[in-house]
Protein backbone atom coordinates (compact mmCIF):
# COMPACT_ATOMS: atom_id res chain seq x y z
CA UNK A 1 0.00 0.00 0.00
CA UNK A 2 1.10 3.50 -0.44
CA UNK A 3 1.05 5.84 2.54
CA UNK A 4 1.88 9.32 2.97
CA UNK A 5 3.09 10.24 6.36
CA UNK A 6 2.23 13.80 7.46
CA UNK A 7 4.76 15.64 9.34
CA UNK A 8 8.79 14.27 9.92
CA UNK A 9 9.20 14.73 13.80
CA UNK A 10 9.52 11.91 16.21
CA UNK A 11 6.19 10.62 15.82
CA UNK A 12 5.82 10.66 11.82
CA UNK A 13 9.59 9.74 11.71
CA UNK A 14 9.11 6.73 13.86
CA UNK A 15 5.68 5.65 11.56
CA UNK A 16 7.66 5.63 8.54
CA UNK A 17 10.37 3.27 10.07
CA UNK A 18 7.40 1.12 10.79
CA UNK A 19 5.43 1.15 7.92
CA UNK A 20 8.10 0.46 5.90
CA UNK A 21 8.95 -2.71 7.81
CA UNK A 22 5.77 -3.98 6.83
CA UNK A 23 6.65 -3.67 3.02
CA UNK A 24 4.34 -0.22 2.14
CA UNK A 25 5.85 2.35 -0.22
CA UNK A 26 6.04 5.36 2.95
CA UNK A 27 6.59 9.05 1.62
CA UNK A 28 7.21 11.31 4.65
CA UNK A 29 6.44 15.22 3.71
CA UNK A 30 7.25 18.23 5.92
CA UNK A 31 7.65 21.74 5.72
CA UNK A 32 11.20 21.56 6.97
CA UNK A 33 14.75 21.74 5.11
CA UNK A 34 15.11 17.69 7.32
CA UNK A 35 13.60 16.11 10.02
CA UNK A 36 12.94 16.64 13.84
CA UNK A 37 13.36 20.43 13.53
CA UNK A 38 10.02 21.81 15.19
CA UNK A 39 8.62 20.01 18.54
CA UNK A 40 11.29 17.15 18.47
CA UNK A 41 14.32 19.32 18.47
CA UNK A 42 16.12 20.25 21.29
CA UNK A 43 13.59 18.89 24.30
CA UNK A 44 14.45 17.41 27.76
CA UNK A 45 15.59 14.11 26.40
CA UNK A 46 13.66 12.21 29.18
CA UNK A 47 12.31 8.46 27.99
CA UNK A 48 10.24 8.82 31.49
CA UNK A 49 7.58 6.05 31.82
CA UNK A 50 7.66 6.78 35.36
CA UNK A 51 7.05 9.80 35.54
CA UNK A 52 3.47 9.71 33.31
CA UNK A 53 1.38 12.19 35.40
CA UNK A 54 -0.35 14.85 33.11
CA UNK A 55 -0.82 17.86 34.03
CA UNK A 56 -4.31 17.50 34.36
CA UNK A 57 -4.61 16.52 37.93
CA UNK A 58 -6.22 17.68 41.12
CA UNK A 59 -3.75 19.96 42.12
CA UNK A 60 -3.19 21.73 38.79
CA UNK A 61 -5.92 24.44 38.66
CA UNK A 62 -5.16 25.83 41.88
CA UNK A 63 -1.36 26.01 40.82
CA UNK A 64 -2.07 27.54 37.69
CA UNK A 65 -4.23 30.40 39.42
CA UNK A 66 -1.10 31.24 42.25
CA UNK A 67 1.16 31.93 39.20
CA UNK A 68 -0.95 33.52 36.66
CA UNK A 69 0.68 37.03 35.38
CA UNK A 70 4.46 35.52 37.04
CA UNK A 71 6.99 35.64 34.11
CA UNK A 72 9.12 32.88 35.14
CA UNK A 73 6.32 30.76 36.73
CA UNK A 74 7.25 27.20 35.38
CA UNK A 75 3.11 27.34 33.73
CA UNK A 76 2.42 30.13 32.43
CA UNK A 77 -1.43 30.56 30.97
CA UNK A 78 -2.25 33.86 29.34
CA UNK A 79 -6.00 34.82 27.98
CA UNK A 80 -6.57 35.09 24.64
CA UNK A 81 -9.88 35.41 22.33
CA UNK A 82 -8.88 32.05 21.03
CA UNK A 83 -11.96 29.62 20.81
CA UNK A 84 -9.78 26.63 20.66
CA UNK A 85 -8.11 27.32 23.91
CA UNK A 86 -11.26 28.21 26.16
CA UNK A 87 -12.55 24.77 25.30
CA UNK A 88 -9.15 23.06 25.60
CA UNK A 89 -9.11 24.80 28.99
CA UNK A 90 -12.99 23.79 30.12
CA UNK A 91 -12.04 20.17 28.49
CA UNK A 92 -8.36 20.40 30.63
CA UNK A 93 -10.64 21.01 33.63
CA UNK A 94 -12.61 17.76 33.41
CA UNK A 95 -9.71 15.89 33.88
CA UNK A 96 -8.59 17.27 36.62
CA UNK A 97 -10.80 14.73 38.75
CA UNK A 98 -8.80 11.91 40.88
CA UNK A 99 -10.73 9.33 38.58
CA UNK A 100 -9.94 10.81 35.06
CA UNK A 101 -5.69 11.29 36.25
CA UNK A 102 -5.69 7.83 37.34
CA UNK A 103 -7.50 7.03 33.78
CA UNK A 104 -4.94 8.74 31.83
CA UNK A 105 -2.15 7.59 34.19
CA UNK A 106 -3.04 3.89 33.42
CA UNK A 107 -3.05 4.56 29.46
CA UNK A 108 0.28 6.42 29.23
CA UNK A 109 2.00 4.51 31.39
CA UNK A 110 1.10 1.40 28.97
CA UNK A 111 2.28 2.99 25.88
CA UNK A 112 5.23 4.36 27.31
CA UNK A 113 6.35 1.69 29.07
CA UNK A 114 5.74 -0.95 25.54
CA UNK A 115 7.54 2.41 24.05
CA UNK A 116 10.62 2.58 25.83
CA UNK A 117 10.97 -1.60 25.04
CA UNK A 118 10.08 -0.23 21.34
CA UNK A 119 13.24 2.29 21.30
CA UNK A 120 15.35 -0.32 23.32
CA UNK A 121 14.75 -2.99 19.78
CA UNK A 122 15.32 0.06 17.34
CA UNK A 123 18.48 1.05 18.91
CA UNK A 124 19.41 -2.83 19.37
CA UNK A 125 18.54 -3.11 15.15
CA UNK A 126 19.97 0.26 14.07
CA UNK A 127 23.17 0.98 16.65
CA UNK A 128 21.65 4.56 16.50
CA UNK A 129 24.24 6.78 18.71
CA UNK A 130 22.20 9.35 20.23
CA UNK A 131 24.31 9.76 23.34
CA UNK A 132 21.79 7.17 24.86
CA UNK A 133 22.25 7.28 28.35
CA UNK A 134 20.47 4.31 30.59
CA UNK A 135 20.90 5.19 33.88
CA UNK A 136 17.80 6.35 35.15
CA UNK A 137 15.85 9.29 36.11
CA UNK A 138 16.38 11.13 39.58
CA UNK A 139 13.74 12.85 40.53
CA UNK A 140 14.45 15.93 43.63
CA UNK A 141 12.44 17.73 45.94
CA UNK A 142 13.32 21.12 47.79
CA UNK A 143 9.74 21.59 49.39
CA UNK A 144 8.56 19.02 52.03
CA UNK A 145 4.98 19.57 50.57
CA UNK A 146 5.21 18.70 46.73
CA UNK A 147 7.46 15.75 48.21
CA UNK A 148 4.94 14.65 50.60
CA UNK A 149 2.40 15.03 47.90
CA UNK A 150 4.55 13.03 45.35
CA UNK A 151 3.87 10.08 47.52
CA UNK A 152 0.61 8.99 46.53
CA UNK A 153 1.87 9.18 42.32
CA UNK A 154 4.85 7.14 42.85
CA UNK A 155 2.57 4.40 44.47
CA UNK A 156 0.48 4.24 41.74
CA UNK A 157 3.37 4.14 39.67
CA UNK A 158 4.84 1.24 41.46
CA UNK A 159 1.05 0.02 41.14
CA UNK A 160 1.72 0.42 37.53
CA UNK A 161 4.92 -1.41 37.43
CA UNK A 162 7.30 1.31 37.51
CA UNK A 163 9.94 0.64 39.79
CA UNK A 164 10.09 4.67 41.12
CA UNK A 165 11.54 4.58 44.42
CA UNK A 166 11.17 7.10 47.40
CA UNK A 167 14.90 7.67 48.51
CA UNK A 168 16.41 10.15 50.99
CA UNK A 169 18.18 12.98 50.95
CA UNK A 170 21.82 11.41 51.36
CA UNK A 171 20.61 8.73 48.52
CA UNK A 172 19.99 11.39 45.94
CA UNK A 173 23.58 12.71 46.73
CA UNK A 174 24.76 9.39 46.76
CA UNK A 175 23.57 8.39 43.32
CA UNK A 176 24.21 11.82 41.65
CA UNK A 177 27.13 13.58 43.15
CA UNK A 178 26.99 16.52 41.36
CA UNK A 179 24.17 17.58 43.57
CA UNK A 180 26.18 17.87 46.99
CA UNK A 181 26.34 21.68 47.03
CA UNK A 182 22.70 21.19 47.30
CA UNK A 183 22.26 18.58 49.67
CA UNK A 184 21.25 21.06 52.53
CA UNK A 185 18.34 22.11 50.23
CA UNK A 186 17.20 18.94 49.22
CA UNK A 187 14.24 17.08 51.56
CA UNK A 188 14.14 13.40 49.32
CA UNK A 189 14.25 12.20 45.46
CA UNK A 190 12.88 9.50 43.73
CA UNK A 191 14.84 7.51 41.52
CA UNK A 192 13.55 5.29 38.67
CA UNK A 193 16.63 2.83 37.23
CA UNK A 194 14.49 1.75 34.31
CA UNK A 195 14.35 5.08 33.29
CA UNK A 196 16.60 6.40 30.08
CA UNK A 197 17.71 9.78 28.03
CA UNK A 198 19.17 10.58 24.87
CA UNK A 199 18.72 13.10 21.89
CA UNK A 200 15.64 12.99 20.47
CA UNK A 201 16.96 15.29 17.24
CA UNK A 202 19.62 12.77 16.78
CA UNK A 203 17.48 9.80 16.95
CA UNK A 204 15.39 10.67 14.77
CA UNK A 205 17.96 11.99 12.18
CA UNK A 206 19.83 8.59 12.00
CA UNK A 207 16.38 6.77 11.59
CA UNK A 208 15.30 9.17 9.37
CA UNK A 209 18.73 8.28 7.30
CA UNK A 210 18.46 4.27 7.85
CA UNK A 211 14.48 4.60 6.78
CA UNK A 212 15.45 6.61 3.47
CA UNK A 213 18.26 3.58 2.76
CA UNK A 214 15.51 0.88 3.33
CA UNK A 215 13.42 3.19 0.96
CA UNK A 216 11.19 5.99 2.51
CA UNK A 217 10.53 8.61 0.81
CA UNK A 218 10.91 12.06 2.18
CA UNK A 219 9.70 15.43 0.67
CA UNK A 220 11.32 17.99 2.67
CA UNK A 221 10.58 22.02 2.04
CA UNK A 222 7.28 21.01 1.49
CA UNK A 223 4.34 22.57 3.22
CA UNK A 224 0.76 20.23 3.27
CA UNK A 225 -2.15 22.88 2.42
CA UNK A 226 -4.95 20.73 2.68
CA UNK A 227 -6.42 17.28 2.61
CA UNK A 228 -8.15 16.45 -0.07
CA UNK A 229 -11.86 13.72 0.03
CA UNK A 230 -13.48 12.34 -2.59
CA UNK A 231 -17.15 12.75 -2.63
CA UNK A 232 -18.63 9.23 -1.16
CA UNK A 233 -21.24 10.12 1.07
CA UNK A 234 -21.06 6.66 2.75
CA UNK A 235 -17.47 5.89 3.16
CA UNK A 236 -15.35 9.20 3.01
CA UNK A 237 -11.86 8.62 1.79
CA UNK A 238 -9.09 11.02 1.41
CA UNK A 239 -7.83 10.92 -2.02
CA UNK A 240 -4.59 13.31 -1.97
CA UNK A 241 -2.88 16.11 -0.22
CA UNK A 242 -2.26 19.37 -1.26
CA UNK A 243 1.47 20.73 -0.99
CA UNK A 244 3.13 23.64 -1.91
CA UNK A 245 6.77 23.28 -2.50
CA UNK A 246 9.45 25.72 -1.35
CA UNK A 247 9.57 27.63 -4.99
CA UNK A 248 5.91 28.86 -4.74
CA UNK A 249 4.65 25.50 -7.29
CA UNK A 250 1.53 23.58 -5.87
CA UNK A 251 0.92 20.14 -6.29
CA UNK A 252 -1.01 17.18 -5.11
CA UNK A 253 0.10 13.32 -4.16
CA UNK A 254 -1.75 10.39 -4.28
CA UNK A 255 -1.57 7.84 -1.79
CA UNK A 256 -4.32 4.76 -0.40
CA UNK A 257 -3.60 5.80 3.52
CA UNK A 258 -2.37 9.20 4.95
CA UNK A 259 -0.94 9.35 8.59
CA UNK A 260 -1.63 12.92 10.54
CA UNK A 261 1.67 13.33 12.74
CA UNK A 262 1.73 17.43 12.64
CA UNK A 263 1.91 17.65 16.09
CA UNK A 264 0.76 21.12 17.21
CA UNK A 265 -0.45 21.77 13.96
CA UNK A 266 -2.62 18.27 13.09
CA UNK A 267 -5.55 20.50 14.66
CA UNK A 268 -5.67 22.93 11.73
CA UNK A 269 -5.50 20.27 8.33
CA UNK A 270 -8.29 17.96 10.50
CA UNK A 271 -10.54 20.90 11.29
CA UNK A 272 -12.08 20.58 7.98
CA UNK A 273 -12.20 17.51 8.02
CA UNK A 274 -14.89 17.30 10.24
CA UNK A 275 -12.79 16.37 13.11
CA UNK A 276 -12.24 17.83 15.83
CA UNK A 277 -8.99 17.49 17.72
CA UNK A 278 -8.44 18.83 21.10
CA UNK A 279 -4.69 19.77 20.78
CA UNK A 280 -3.37 22.97 22.20
CA UNK A 281 0.38 24.34 21.92
CA UNK A 282 2.14 24.35 24.74
CA UNK A 283 5.26 26.23 24.81
CA UNK A 284 8.30 25.06 26.72
CA UNK A 285 12.06 26.30 26.26
CA UNK A 286 15.18 24.36 26.62
CA UNK A 287 18.90 25.66 27.30
CA UNK A 288 22.07 23.79 26.41
CA UNK A 289 25.70 24.21 27.17
CA UNK A 290 29.35 23.13 27.07
CA UNK A 291 30.02 20.74 29.60
CA UNK A 292 33.56 22.44 30.63
CA UNK A 293 34.04 20.41 33.75
CA UNK A 294 32.69 16.60 33.41
CA UNK A 295 33.45 15.60 36.60
CA UNK A 296 30.81 18.13 38.46
CA UNK A 297 27.98 17.71 35.73
CA UNK A 298 25.18 15.41 36.55
CA UNK A 299 25.09 12.02 34.02
CA UNK A 300 21.72 10.74 35.64
CA UNK A 301 18.91 12.41 34.03
CA UNK A 302 17.25 14.68 36.88
CA UNK A 303 13.74 16.24 37.34
CA UNK A 304 14.03 19.29 39.74
CA UNK A 305 10.51 19.64 41.22
CA UNK A 306 11.19 23.08 42.61
CA UNK A 307 11.88 24.45 39.22
CA UNK A 308 9.70 21.70 37.07
CA UNK A 309 12.90 21.25 35.14
CA UNK A 310 14.31 18.45 33.47
CA UNK A 311 18.09 18.11 32.99
CA UNK A 312 20.00 15.84 30.29
CA UNK A 313 23.69 14.83 30.15
CA UNK A 314 24.13 14.62 26.02
CA UNK A 315 27.53 13.42 25.70
CA UNK A 316 29.48 16.84 26.31
CA UNK A 317 26.47 19.28 26.41
CA UNK A 318 24.06 19.86 29.23
CA UNK A 319 20.33 20.31 28.41
CA UNK A 320 17.82 21.97 30.69
CA UNK A 321 14.48 22.20 29.75
CA UNK A 322 10.96 23.07 30.89
CA UNK A 323 8.10 25.00 31.68
CA UNK A 324 4.82 25.93 29.71
CA UNK A 325 3.55 28.75 28.91
CA UNK A 326 -0.16 29.13 27.22
CA UNK A 327 0.24 31.88 24.47
CA UNK A 328 -0.35 30.78 20.86
CA UNK A 329 1.58 29.05 17.99
CA UNK A 330 4.28 31.47 18.60
CA UNK A 331 8.00 29.80 19.32
CA UNK A 332 9.41 33.39 19.64
CA UNK A 333 11.90 33.44 23.32
CA UNK A 334 10.69 35.10 26.11
CA UNK A 335 14.27 36.28 27.78
CA UNK A 336 12.88 36.42 31.32
CA UNK A 337 11.96 32.95 30.67
CA UNK A 338 15.58 32.22 29.25
CA UNK A 339 17.05 33.75 32.15
CA UNK A 340 15.51 31.85 34.74
CA UNK A 341 16.43 28.72 32.97
CA UNK A 342 20.19 29.57 33.02
CA UNK A 343 20.11 31.14 36.60
CA UNK A 344 18.88 27.57 37.96
CA UNK A 345 21.40 25.51 36.10
CA UNK A 346 24.21 27.98 37.47
CA UNK A 347 22.73 27.60 41.02
CA UNK A 348 22.78 24.01 41.02
CA UNK A 349 25.99 23.19 38.77
CA UNK A 350 28.04 26.50 38.89
CA UNK A 351 31.71 24.97 37.51
CA UNK A 352 29.89 22.69 35.54
CA UNK A 353 29.30 24.26 31.83
CA UNK A 354 30.49 27.14 30.04
CA UNK A 355 26.89 29.36 30.48
CA UNK A 356 28.57 32.60 28.82
CA UNK A 357 27.03 31.24 25.49
CA UNK A 358 23.68 29.76 26.16
CA UNK A 359 21.82 28.10 23.10
CA UNK A 360 17.65 28.74 23.70
CA UNK A 361 14.85 27.03 21.98
CA UNK A 362 11.95 27.07 22.29
CA UNK A 363 9.34 24.18 20.66
CA UNK A 364 5.44 23.67 21.29
CA UNK A 365 4.45 20.77 22.96
CA UNK A 366 1.09 18.99 21.13
CA UNK A 367 -1.19 18.81 24.05
CA UNK A 368 -4.37 17.27 24.43
CA UNK A 369 -6.29 18.09 27.78
CA UNK A 370 -5.89 14.44 29.48
CA UNK A 371 -2.08 14.09 27.55
CA UNK A 372 -3.35 10.64 25.69
CA UNK A 373 -2.55 11.02 22.56
CA UNK A 374 -4.55 10.33 19.63
CA UNK A 375 -3.27 6.86 18.30
CA UNK A 376 -6.02 5.24 15.31
CA UNK A 377 -8.60 5.13 12.39
CA UNK A 378 -10.89 7.99 11.99
CA UNK A 379 -14.52 8.19 10.62
CA UNK A 380 -12.55 8.87 7.03
CA UNK A 381 -11.75 5.47 5.93
CA UNK A 382 -8.04 5.79 5.27
CA UNK A 383 -6.82 8.55 7.63
CA UNK A 384 -4.85 7.79 10.41
CA UNK A 385 -4.08 10.05 13.47
CA UNK A 386 -0.78 10.11 15.30
CA UNK A 387 -0.79 13.19 17.23
CA UNK A 388 -1.25 15.26 20.65
CA UNK A 389 1.65 13.56 22.39
CA UNK A 390 2.04 16.74 24.75
CA UNK A 391 4.96 16.48 27.12
CA UNK A 392 5.95 12.48 26.42
CA UNK A 393 6.60 12.32 22.86
CA UNK A 394 9.85 11.18 23.00
CA UNK A 395 8.90 8.58 25.73
CA UNK A 396 5.83 7.25 23.52
CA UNK A 397 7.74 7.98 20.36
CA UNK A 398 8.49 4.68 19.02
CA UNK A 399 6.10 2.75 20.48
CA UNK A 400 3.37 4.95 18.62
CA UNK A 401 4.83 4.50 15.27
CA UNK A 402 4.57 0.68 15.94
CA UNK A 403 1.28 0.70 17.21
CA UNK A 404 0.15 2.41 13.84
CA UNK A 405 1.64 0.38 11.39
CA UNK A 406 0.00 -2.24 13.33
CA UNK A 407 -3.45 -1.01 12.88
CA UNK A 408 -2.81 0.02 9.13
CA UNK A 409 -1.38 -3.34 8.66
CA UNK A 410 -4.51 -4.94 9.93
CA UNK A 411 -2.92 -6.25 13.37
CA UNK A 412 -3.82 -5.40 16.97
CA UNK A 413 -1.04 -3.51 18.53
CA UNK A 414 0.69 -5.07 21.16
CA UNK A 415 -0.35 -2.43 24.12
CA UNK A 416 -3.51 -1.45 25.80
CA UNK A 417 -4.18 1.71 24.67
CA UNK A 418 -7.37 3.13 23.55
CA UNK A 419 -6.60 2.76 20.37
CA UNK A 420 -10.28 4.83 19.13
CA UNK A 421 -12.05 5.71 16.04
CA UNK A 422 -11.96 9.24 16.18
C1 LIG B 1 10.66 22.11 26.32
C2 LIG B 1 10.17 20.72 25.99
C3 LIG B 1 10.68 19.64 26.69
C4 LIG B 1 10.24 18.34 26.41
N1 LIG B 1 10.83 17.29 27.05
C5 LIG B 1 10.42 16.02 26.77
C6 LIG B 1 11.05 14.92 27.42
O1 LIG B 1 11.99 15.07 28.20
N2 LIG B 1 10.57 13.68 27.15
C7 LIG B 1 9.52 13.47 26.30
O2 LIG B 1 9.10 12.33 26.12
N3 LIG B 1 8.95 14.51 25.61
C8 LIG B 1 9.37 15.76 25.84
N4 LIG B 1 8.79 16.83 25.19
C9 LIG B 1 7.67 16.57 24.25
C10 LIG B 1 8.14 16.10 22.89
O3 LIG B 1 9.24 16.88 22.46
C11 LIG B 1 6.99 16.20 21.87
O4 LIG B 1 5.85 15.54 22.38
C12 LIG B 1 7.36 15.59 20.53
O5 LIG B 1 8.54 16.15 20.03
C13 LIG B 1 6.23 15.80 19.52
O6 LIG B 1 6.62 15.17 18.32
P1 LIG B 1 5.73 15.29 17.02
O7 LIG B 1 6.40 14.47 15.98
O8 LIG B 1 4.31 15.00 17.34
O9 LIG B 1 5.75 16.85 16.65
P2 LIG B 1 6.87 17.67 15.87
O10 LIG B 1 8.22 17.27 16.26
O11 LIG B 1 6.52 19.12 16.01
O12 LIG B 1 6.67 17.22 14.36
C14 LIG B 1 5.63 17.71 13.55
C15 LIG B 1 6.22 18.00 12.18
O13 LIG B 1 5.17 18.46 11.34
C16 LIG B 1 5.69 19.46 10.49
N5 LIG B 1 4.59 20.32 10.06
C17 LIG B 1 3.68 20.96 10.82
N6 LIG B 1 2.78 21.61 10.04
C18 LIG B 1 3.14 21.36 8.76
C19 LIG B 1 2.59 21.73 7.49
N7 LIG B 1 1.47 22.47 7.37
N8 LIG B 1 3.21 21.29 6.39
C20 LIG B 1 4.32 20.51 6.45
N9 LIG B 1 4.88 20.13 7.62
C21 LIG B 1 4.29 20.55 8.75
C22 LIG B 1 6.71 20.20 11.33
O14 LIG B 1 7.70 20.80 10.53
C23 LIG B 1 7.28 19.07 12.22
O15 LIG B 1 8.49 18.56 11.70
C24 LIG B 1 9.23 18.14 25.42
C25 LIG B 1 8.74 19.21 24.70
C26 LIG B 1 9.20 20.50 24.97
C27 LIG B 1 8.68 21.65 24.17
Redesign the pocket.
Known sequence: MKVIV????????SSAWFLQKDGHEVTV????PS???????A??????VSHAEPWANPSAPLKILRWLGQEDAPLLYRFSANWLQWSWTLRFLRECTTRRTIENIKHIVALADYSRLTLQQVRAETSINYDCLTKGILHFYTDQKEFDGSLAAAKLMRELGCPRQHIKPDEVVQLEPSLAQMRYKIVGGDFTASDESGD?YKFTAGLAQQSMEAGVNFEFN????RLITDNNEISRKITSVE?QRADGQIEILYADAFVL?????SE??AKPLGINLMIYP?????ATYPVINPDTAPTISLIDDGFKL?T?RLGDRLRV???CEFNGYSTELNEVRCAALTRRTQELFPDACDYRQPLYW?????LTPSNVPYIGKTNITNLYLN?G?????????CGSGRAIADIISGRQPEVEFPFHRF
Not at 43 to 48: A, D, E, F, K, V
Not at 222 to 225: A, E, Y
Not at 362 to 366: C, H, K, M, W
Request: charged share 10%; hydrophobic share 40%; aromatic share 6%.
Open positions: LGAGIIGTIDRQVALETSFNGCQISITSIIVALGSFQLGKGYSVSAGTSGLRPTHGTLGWTMG
